[in-house]
């Protein structure tokens, strides 16, 4: 399981930076077109604000001229026609006794409103302040402008409606940004949204106030601001982007984001599931072979342990054997007089002759000994062969004629496969054919065993191992080899023919045969279904031979 | 000269050498019987055995220093070797340093005959007789 999410880790790193950096880059912008937002608008309200200002001024000219109430009526009216927003306007002398007063309230007398603006005014020349609740019930921005007339000074205060304001406001189309005019102690005078004089701290952040010029991402409330200083009356000019709207730019890259997770996923998961199909099966098949070697190796060391020991056992063995043959011989020679002496006497003939037949006896079993070491002798026989380039294909004819009589005998079909090509191999022939022959031998004996169930059959057949190598089989349909024997198969003595009629030395021999021939010999075998012997032998390159 | 067929016997089994001399004497074979390697040489000398029946794995002097030892000093001298520890190699070994055969044990005593008088033959053969 951890094999197949490996390769996911540096998917999701990809992935996972790809999307951090379109996300920042995303985030920028937005925090860019927030600033360029509030810039903007500060700078056409900050414009609106001279306009007035500087009609102020023109208005202050007429009235230093004809400083009278009828006067500052027109004065009122023409300013009213431009400006829709205008409540009311009112002349007062520095102390802040109105002189005059036009607008919709009927407003006599010498009160004014004092306030800030009329202190800035007289110190400034000019004073555009934040909005108070005027007497008429809305919020109103008020704008001061100081004047001489003579050596009197004067001063002339607007008030404006604050809802002139928002309509200045730009914002692109589609655009989900908030934008308002803030004073300088927080309060919103203006907001788009239509948000006015309102002392909800909800809608301006401790944090805006906190780094006023700045344009920022307030991720506790989850929204990006950006505010700009206005040149008049220390008014800010605030723009405010929720997070929300931030997300639905980076909705269409998240989603592109997530199905090529998904995609490069599944990808990622076949093919690891694939290739970690495909390891494990090598890893398998790895395993399966090194263990088949070692248990090759393993009987192979055990064999030539066992074959080195039984040649001992031989060689220690044929000296006694010789001389129970020598004395056998001698006993006969005794025998042929004593049968010479006894003519006459009848009994002592039968005597002799019964003696002999004991002694033919011995000399038949002697015989058998001389067998089996011979055999095993040439079992540990190493080294020292007549190797010579053998044709595969002509050579197995001539090793099939020496038992061919047999095999017909047995009343079994006999086939042979050879390929059409050259396989040659370089080895002593006259061992070849042992093995072979023993073989054949092997196979005719477990078809004969079969032969009441169904007809037997035996395939010799040779083809090409791999580039390398050769392969020779022999199939049979006879008995097969039962699964405890199989381990046995190779080890001297072991034989499942009656006593006296196999030393169990055949395969073992062969065993040692074709590995001095640097092949292998092996096989495979169902039990009652029969069985396939294969000798695979070094194959002499055609460019060799 | 005496050339009628005398056979030196050569082994470490002595029941060996007594059984085989009683066959061979009864073929009407002269025999002789060594079972020290070292002697051999010494014996063929003063006893004028035409034919040597060698065992090789004998304590001391082995079959094959023998062997070479006869060819060297009696090259006419027709040697069997008769051994039950035999490989290959020792019979290619034995039959280039000029044994006349190489017989494995046990082997039947009238094969062994035939194969001593064929060599008995060979010996005639030789230039020098």
């Not at chain 1, 001279?50 to 001229?65: I, P, R």
């Not at chain 2, 007594?18 to 390697?37: M, N, P, Q, W, Y």
């Not at chain 2, 008769?82 to 280039?96: F, K, N, R, Y």
């Amino acid at each position: 399981m951890a094999m197949l999410l490996a390769p996911f880790i540096p998917v999701l790193l990809a992935l996972g930076t790809g999307g951090y950096l379109f996300w920042n880059h995303a985030q920028q912008g937005v925090l860019e077109r927030l600033t360029l937002l509030s810039e903007y608008n500060a700078r056409v309200v900050d414009r609106f604000l001279d306009d007035f200002l500087g009609d102020l001024t023109m208005a202050s000219l007429q009235l230093s001229e004809y400083p009278d109430a009828s006067g500052f009526d027109s004065v009122f009216k023409t300013l009213a026609v431009k400006h829709k927003g205008l409540v009311d306007i009112a002349l007062v002398d520095s102390k802040g006794a109105v002189l005059a007063y036009a607008g919709p309230s009927v407003y006599k007398g010498t009160h004014a409103v004092p306030g800030r603006w009329l202190d800035e005014a007289l110190e400034r020349g000019r004073s555009v302040s934040s909005v108070v609740s005027g007497q008429v019930g809305f919020p109103l921005c008020v704008v001061a402008l100081r004047f001489n007339a003579g050596d009197e000074i004067f001063v002339m205060r607007a008030s404006l409606d604050a809802e002139i304001i928002p309509p200045l406001f730009t914002v692109g189309r589609g655009e989900d940004v908030d934008l308002f005019l803030v004073n300088p102690e927080g309060e919103v005078i203006a907001g788009s949204g239509g948000q006015v004089l309102t002392r909800d701290r909800a809608l301006v952040e401790h944090v805006f106030m906190d780094r006023l010029g700045t344009t920022f991402r307030d991720s506790l409330s989850d929204a990006a601001y950006s505010s700009t200083v206005m040149s008049h009356g220390g008014w800010i000019l605030g723009a405010r982007k929720q997070s929300g709207a931030l997300f639905s730019v980076a909705d269409s890259a998240l989603l592109f984001l997530g199905i090529s997770l998904l995609c490069g996923g599944i990808i990622v998961f076949l093919s690891s599931l694939y290739l970690t199909g495909y390891v494990e099966k090598m890893l398998r098949q790895r395993d399966e072979e090194r263990e088949k070697l070692r248990e090759q190796l393993y009987r192979a060391g055990r064999l030539a342990e066992l074959g080195e020991m039984a040649a001992g056992f031989a060689h220690e063995i044929n000296n006694p054997l010789q001389i129970m043959k020598s004395d056998q011989a001698y006993i006969e020679m005794l025998l042929q007089d004593f049968r010479a002496r006894a003519k006459e006497d009848a009994d002592f003939l039968g005597d002799v002759n019964e003696m002999a037949a004991s002694v033919n006896q011995i000399k038949l079993q002697i015989d058998r000994c001389a067998r089996i070491t011979h055999s095993i002798l040439s079992f540990g026989r190493a080294g020292k062969s007549e190797a010579q380039n053998i044709d595969v294909a002509k050579f197995i004819p001539e090793v099939l004629i020496m038992i061919q009589k047999k095999i017909e005998l047995s009343n079994i079909a006999l086939r042979v496969e050879i390929p059409p090509i050259r396989l040659v191999v370089h080895v002593d022939p006259s061992r070849l054919q042992q093995v072979l022959l023993n073989l054949l031998n092997n196979a005719v004996y477990a078809v004969s065993e079969t032969a009441q169930i169904r007809l037997g059959e035996i395939v010799l057949a040779c083809s090409a191992e791999g580039a390398d190598m050769v392969r020779i089989e022999i199939r049979d349909n006879g008995a097969g080899i039962g699964e405890e024997q199989k381990t046995l198969i190779f080890t001297p003595f072991y034989t499942t023919k009656p006593a006296g009629s196999g030393t169990g030395l055949g395969l073992s021999v062969c065993h040692g045969i074709v590995e001095s021939m640097k092949g292998v010999l092996d096989f495979t075998s169902v039990k009652g279904e029969g069985t396939v012997f294969y000798v695979l032998l070094p194959r002499v390159p055609s460019s060799l031979e | 000269m005496d050339d009628a067929l005398r056979v030196l016997l050569v082994d470490d089994e002595e029941s060996y050498l007594e059984t085989a001399a009683k066959v061979f004497r009864r073929k009407g074979v002269d025999v002789e019987l060594c079972s020290i390697g070292k002697n051999v040489v010494e014996i063929l000398r003063a006893k004028k055995c035409q034919v040597v029946v060698l065992d090789l794995k004998m304590p001391g002097m082995t079959g094959q220093e023998v062997l070479r030892e006869i060819k060297g000093s009696l090259p006419n001298v027709q040697v069997i070797i008769l051994t039950g520890h035999a490989t290959s190699d020792d019979a290619a070994v034995c039959l280039t340093s000029g044994a006349f055969d190489f017989l494995i044990k046990p082997v039947e005593m009238s094969h062994l005959l035939d194969r001593v008088n064929t060599a008995y033959e060979m010996w005639k053969l030789s230039p020098d007789n």
